[in-house]
């Protein structure tokens, strides 16, 4: 079973707006992570945070993670219409035997309009 | 260089059959996921090597699905006697750590 859920599960916005996603779970964690998806196939890693830390950027990718209420949020700043994939979260869980066994979310899906 | 490829892209069987799906990892990584993904959610892991070993095969549904990786590169995801139920996109990913890299899938539908 999957371990987080994401919300919103459909996110419509115009080209140069921002788009946020959130993502919550429910176990400790080493890591999580937010990987981008085109039409239902390969995934493609985007940007990975650590237990430790509280935000990460990567050019128009920011990220926060806040433990306490195990929850975190990728923020895309001036979107554009390549930006339209699917956007999932994925967990590495705290005592996963030192290896990355991801747990994923449901995904977000985002339609970025020109 | 080379990515993660999957073959077949795409496989469909009929209900009561046998499948193998085929990852190539990247050369040089030692850990190669399977995860399978279904309509509308996101991937489920299934099963992970660590060089020929399955360390992890918690994630399989049951003892219809099996997966090996004899040489430590190539895996076979082999399924028997599928069900409907199978029908999903099984991907598969490599890593020398941190991130995985996922290969295109292969879509698998059983009739």
């Known amino acids: 079973s999957q371990q987080g859920e994401e919300d919103p599960q459909a996110l419509s916005i115009q080209e140069g707006e921002n788009a946020t996603m959130n993502c919550s779970y429910k176990t400790s964690i080493n890591n999580l992570q937010w990987y981008r998806q085109n039409s239902g196939r390969g995934l493609v890693h985007l940007i990975l945070i650590r237990s430790n830390e509280r935000e990460k950027h990567s050019g128009r990718l920011r990220v926060t993670l806040d433990t306490s209420k195990k929850s975190s949020s990728l923020l895309i700043t001036a979107s554009r219409a390549a930006d339209t994939a699917s956007y999932f979260c994925a967990t590495a869980p705290e005592f996963s035997g030192g290896y990355n066994k991801l747990i994923f979310g449901a995904g977000t899906r985002l339609a970025v309009h020109p | 260089g080379a990515g993660v490829s999957q073959t077949p892209s795409n496989k469909v069987t009929e209900k009561g059959k046998y499948v193998e799906l085929r990852c190539d990892p990247i050369s040089g990584h030692t850990a190669l996921y399977w995860y399978r993904q279904s309509l509308g959610q996101g991937p489920e892991f299934l099963i992970y090597f660590q060089g020929t070993g399955a360390a992890d095969d918690s994630g399989l549904p049951n003892d219809r699905f099996f997966a090996v990786r004899p040489e430590g590169s190539v895996s076979t995801l082999k399924i028997q006697r599928t069900e409907r139920g199978d029908s999903a996109v099984y991907l598969c990913?490599?890593?020398?750590?941190?991130?995985?890299?996922f290969g295109p899938g292969t879509r698998l539908t059983v009739l």
């Open positions: 990913a490599s890593s020398s750590g941190t991130p995985q890299y």
